[in-house]
């Protein structure tokens, strides 16, 4: 039996979390996990941990939170000394620099949730799902110099459910993330895993989400209205205007009907929209600033909005 490979864990977020948990359960030697440091969150501002750090505290495995990492001497010569056999980074937030790329004999291998050279960037969950796609999957990579443009080691395909959103996804991707990061370090300690450089023109781009991504342009159809709306939750969300007043829409889906853009026409208890390409979407929870989330048959009851009144003003 070979011996267990010596790993230094990089990871923040809940979706890097399962990695790690399966790199304990499968007896890979993790001799140190970094994350970021603890960050205010909640009312009281306390400062929480990070999911990995709560991991790694569950395991009892050791921790470091730096600042930063390009230029701390102190963090170089912590790594340097433990002599990792591979560098694991999933979601870190930091930009690896090349000290640690040279560092270790296997290289930094990234867990990345896409089927790359599609979606590079911070946000690959979203922009899948924002874009309709029904089928993505998990990467690993060795890490370069570039923005998720390191060699590709293995990839899994998974579908996009017509139901699923980011929230929904992500558990799914980061459970099939972690499976095919052992898959790739066996690989790699057998010799048996031959690693392809990305094909650059197929690139597409996922960039980091801005609060302006979630305002409705009713002036896109329907499907795309309900996919972007699917792929910004939790943030941004899905928002519009109606009567000066911010419109937060949690739920909706697209119907068979024609109306005018951005017109509403309530029937009944529903409340529908129209949107572009003579497309229409029924609004189904709905928010309005300052007050509770309410069921589309409650908004109706209680602000009376009248046919042919425009949202986005």
């Known amino acids: 039996m070979p ?23 499968a007896g890979f030697r993790v001799s140190l996990v970094v994350t970021q440091p603890d960050r205010p969150k909640g009312r009281g501002l306390e400062l929480a941990r990070s999911p990995v750090k709560q991991c790694a505290v569950r395991f009892s495995l050791p921790i470091t939170q730096p600042d930063k990492i390009k230029t701390n001497d102190e963090f170089q010569s912590q790594l340097s000394a433990l002599k990792p056999d ?50 993505t999957g998990v990467t690993t990579m060795r890490i ?21 959103t980011a929230e929904t996804l ?9 499976d095919l990061m052992i898959e790739t370090l066996n690989a790699l300690q057998a010799g048996t895993i031959r690693a392809r450089p990305q094909d650059h023109a197929r690139v597409t781009l996922a960039p980091i989400l801005k609060k302006e991504d979630g305002l409705i342009d009713f002036a896109r159809p ?27 829409v949690w739920r909706a889906a697209p119907i068979d009907a024609a109306l005018p853009t951005a017109e509403l026409r309530p029937e009944g208890d529903r409340l529908m929209v ?17 007050k509770k989330r ?12 009248m046919a042919g009144e425009k949202l986005g003003s």
């Open 3 to 25: 011996f267990p490979l010596h790993l230094v864990f990089c990871g923040t977020p809940l979706f890097a979390a399962p990695t790690l948990e399966r790199l304990v359960d």
């Open 86 to 135: 591979a560098i694991i980074v999933v979601g870190y937030g930091r930009i690896v620099p090349q000290w640690m790329l040279d560092l270790p004999p296997l290289g930094n291998i990234n867990l990345h949730a896409s089927l790359l050279p599609k979606y590079r960037g911070a946000a690959p969950i979203q922009w899948a799902i924002a874009n309709g796609e029904t089928v």
């Open 144 to 164: 370069d110099a570039g923005l998720d443009t390191g060699d590709i080691l293995l990839q899994q395909k998974l579908p996009i459910a017509p139901e699923d």
């Open 170 to 178: 992500a558990p799914k991707l980061a459970a099939s993330g972690a």
């Open 222 to 248: 329907a499907a795309e209205i309900y996919n972007r709306m699917r792929g910004f939750q939790p943030w941004p969300g899905a928002y519009t205007k109606f009567r000066g007043k911010n419109l937060q």
């Open 274 to 290: 129209g949107c572009g390409e003579n497309t229409a979407i029924e609004f189904l929870e709905v928010q309005l600033e300052g």
């Open 294 to 305: 309410t069921s589309a048959a409650e908004f109706v009851r209680g602000y009376r909005p």
